[in-house]
């Protein structure tokens, strides 16, 4: 039968046509959009050249995607969107290390690298030593956990940014936690850096007056059997953009001082020159869900 498409029907007549949905939770998903989506409609009631304004920039955003850059990943850190679901998936996580964003500029190739390597294969940074341990919720060591490093360099940029300037995996590193779940690497103090804004989401920055930058930071991935997989950062206490992150990700419980050492024997042990900053953090896991 045919229906009337009307302002008191539209919501309706859509969320009925999917209800051959086979699976509950796609159903779910796509019903409920539809009503937010629709109330969003009526409430700005926007005009068909602004709609197509909202369509070109979305499909701006797809044309600036790249192997080594995703505008739409982008788009939803500066609109808070990648924090919250984190914050969402988080929950009930009590005693585990508190995750973050994934950010634009992951890759799934790091080089694999010994306890101990430098990431920084360029040189140009202030040195730092990184260390710290892997457990679960309950204390115990997680042995053989693996830990995915990405930063960027201390002008700001990742390898992927300046490819002919910085060599390719520069800034990365995957490493594999002792029998004691402990890790350590050295690299460089990574610098404050602001996101891509050449792109439309740059352009949406600059339209609502907001900076593009991030505070100091570097990524994990950390994974160990039976336990959930954990995305986070450690941010470098004291770096600028702590208080306004452009992407919303920082936690006070991931913010870590990276204290300056100026002692010849702990260099030489490490192998690094001095003075040289030294962060220790820990990383722990929840149990995976059964």
């Avoid at 498409?5 to 969320?15: G, H, I, K, L, P």
């Avoid at 693996?146 to 992927?160: E, K, R, T």
Wanted: hydrophobic fraction near 35%.
């Amino acid at each position: 039968m045919a229906t009337d498409f009307t302002e008191d029907t539209a919501t309706e007549a859509v969320t009925d046509s999917f209800a051959n949905t086979s699976d509950p939770r796609l159903h779910t998903i796509l019903t409920s959009l539809t009503r937010h989506l629709h109330d969003f409609v009526r409430e700005t009631e926007p005009t068909p050249q602004e709609w197509e304004a909202a369509i070109g920039f979305l499909t701006e955003i797809g044309h600036h995607c790249t192997d080594t850059r995703q505008e739409f990943i982008l788009l939803s850190d500066v609109l808070g969107i990648s924090m919250l679901v984190e914050t969402i998936n988080g929950r009930g996580a009590e005693g585990a290390t508190e995750p973050t964003v994934l950010g634009p500029f992951h890759l799934t190739g790091s080089p694999r690298r010994a306890l101990g390597d430098t990431i920084d294969l360029v040189g140009t940074g202030e040195p730092c030593v990184v260390r710290g341990r892997v457990s679960g919720t309950d204390g115990s060591p997680l042995p053989g956990a693996v830990l995915d490093i990405w930063q960027a360099n201390d002008q700001g940029f990742y390898d992927v940014q300046q490819p002919g300037v910085q060599p390719e995996g520069n800034g990365r590193g995957l490493f594999t936690a002792d029998a004691e779940g402990h890790f350590w690497f050295r690299t460089c103090v990574p610098s404050p850096y602001p996101i891509p804004t050449d792109g439309p989401v740059g352009a949406l920055l600059r339209a609502t007056g907001r900076h593009p930058y991030r505070p100091a930071h570097i990524h994990v991935i950390v994974e160990a059997a039976g336990h959930a997989t954990l995305t986070t950062h450690v941010f470098v206490a004291g770096s600028p953009y702590v208080e306004s992150d452009a992407v919303f990700a920082v936690k006070r419980s991931l913010v870590h001082d990276f204290t300056l050492v100026d002692d010849a024997g702990l260099a030489t042990r490490y192998g690094v020159s001095t003075p040289f900053r030294l962060a220790d953090f820990d990383l722990v896991l929840s149990r995976a869900a059964s």
